[in-house]
């Protein structure tokens, strides 16, 4: 049956009645009666409920049965903020909960998150999202605990009662902020427990998801720092990352920037005939190194071989990506310079009007040159022991002589300055030289002739020349 408001036996108090006409009472049999309530939505706590049994000609009986009602969080259907939620292992964390309950708290609010996920010493907790103002929260065996409440003399957190600090205010919603940062943790999701505990409240737990992002930083120590064109690179590099990954990891390098195979060895030593070869995947090479665990705390040591483009000279402009799963990308450019080559005899050298000279007589050398790369410029250096310093030495591009330069004498050579020269893989560059022979020279022309171009090695040249000496 259903119960009624009434006035109870003092006559003032409004309480629910319920007739139990149907029921018949004797000394000789025990009566049982069950009564079905629900608790005041906001009642949390004991229920100190008073149950008054009357019938006529009865004294009135009360009873206060023991009935405990357990408090409960809610978010009610509100959405637990996490900002950011993708961040550096340093960034700080800040989660917002909208938090209401069934009934007020009285006393004993906390909220309690892992020491194995979140930092020491980074925990705060405010009821606004300003940092600055937020409580400092304290470690406690395996927990940060945020005493909310601030009355509480429990010594595991403060000894002095203070005003209280919040209070739960039943369907209300109150807005807690936690502040932290991530212990040392893999790349990517990391769940983070947290939970609000109050007297005479059912414990609530929610975990929120927080990805960490990653930095990968690299240093090569690579020796030699210079090579020649057309010779393989032996690249050593250390990789570290900003949070511990979790592999699938790569290396990629521009089909662009070199001549492949492109291979890879993992670890401290250089193993070119052990190396493992890369994977062309649209326009990069793409080296598989998930077995490569960073850590910010101790270096993975990697070595790439590969050949530079056949044309690169000076500073490669190529790099070398690095990615893994929640991790910033690092696209290293390692400071490698490619020493371009010339090959002087791509047309054999011609001695013009013979490569039989008499002593003290005229000779035009002309040199068909290709170069690895592209470059402007440089000098040709005429060795004194090849030339005589007191006659005009001359050089140019053509073979009549046209634009013919005067070429300047020094303590140490003859030196032709090639500006406006272009030097190309592609297009061979024809250099003229005409000189007088020394006097006193007899046999093979002297040498070397040296051409030093910006960008190149320098290539020398014993020109197939010989000097008729006379019989006085």
């Given at each position: ?49 008073r ?5 006529p ?38 989660v ?10 009285t ?8 020491r ?14 300003n ?12 927990d ?51 939970t ?71 670890g401290?030593i ?9 994977v ?5 090479f ?75 007589n ?48 020094a ?39 040296q ?16 000097v ?5």
């Amino acid at each position: 049956q259903v119960c009624t408001s009434c006035v109870c036996a003092d006559g003032v108090t409004v309480c629910l009645c319920c007739s139990d006409s149907l029921v018949a009472l004797s000394p000789s049999a025990a009566v049982t009666v069950y009564l079905q309530l629900v608790p005041n939505p906001s009642t949390v706590g004991p229920l100190d409920a008073r149950f008054e049994f009357y019938s006529p000609s009865f004294a009135l009986t009360t009873d206060v049965p023991f009935v405990f009602v357990i408090g409960e969080f809610s978010l009610q259907g509100r959405s637990v903020t996490v900002n950011p939620s993708l961040l550096s292992s340093s960034q700080t964390v800040v989660v917002h909960f909208p938090m209401s309950t069934n009934g007020n708290s009285t006393s004993g609010e906390r909220v309690r998150l892992l020491r194995s996920q979140v930092r020491d010493g980074s925990v705060r907790w405010g009821t606004t999202s300003n940092y600055a103002n937020a409580t400092v929260c304290q470690s406690i065996g395996m927990d940060h605990v945020c005493d909310l409440d601030l009355t509480s003399t429990s010594p595991l957190l403060i000894s002095t009662p203070q005003p209280k600090g919040l209070t739960f205010l039943g369907s209300t919603v109150v807005d807690v902020y936690l502040f932290f940062e991530l212990v040392p943790v893999p790349v990517g999701a990391n769940p983070v427990g947290i939970t609000f505990d109050a007297l005479n409240f059912q414990t609530f737990s929610h975990i929120v998801h927080v990805y960490l992002l990653g930095d990968l930083s690299v240093v090569s120590d690579s020796v030699p720092a210079t090579i020649r064109a057309g010779e393989l690179m032996h690249l050593h590099l250390y990789l570290w990352g900003g949070g511990i990954t979790t592999g699938e990891s790569e290396v990629n390098i521009p089909v662009s920037s070199v001549i492949g195979p492109v291979s890879y060895v993992l670890g401290q030593i250089d193993q070119y005939l052990a190396s493992t070869q890369c994977v062309q995947r649209n326009f990069s090479f793409s080296c598989n190194t998930s077995s490569f665990v960073y850590d910010p705390d101790r270096a993975q040591e990697l070595w790439v071989y590969f050949f530079p483009l056949p044309t690169s000279v000076g500073r490669w402009n190529g790099t070398t990506a690095f990615s893994s799963p929640y991790c910033l990308e690092n696209a290293f450019s390692p400071a490698l310079t490619i020493a371009g080559v010339m090959d002087l005899e791509y047309v054999p050298m011609v001695a013009v009007p013979s490569p039989f000279v008499p002593a003290g007589n005229s000779v035009a050398l002309h040199w068909t040159i290709v170069t690895s790369g592209p470059s402007s410029g440089g000098q040709l250096l005429v060795p004194l022991s090849a030339a005589n310093a007191t006659m005009p030495v001359y050089w140019f591009t053509s073979a009549n002589f046209t634009g013919a330069r005067l070429c300047a004498v020094a303590v140490d050579a003859v030196h032709c300055n090639l500006s406006g020269v272009s030097w190309s893989a592609s297009t061979p560059t024809n250099i003229w030289l005409w000189f007088t022979t020394r006097a006193d020279a007899s046999g093979l022309v002297s040498g070397p002739f040296q051409f030093v171009v910006p960008g190149f090695e320098s290539a020398s040249h014993y020109p197939r020349v010989f000097v008729m000496g006379s019989i006085v």
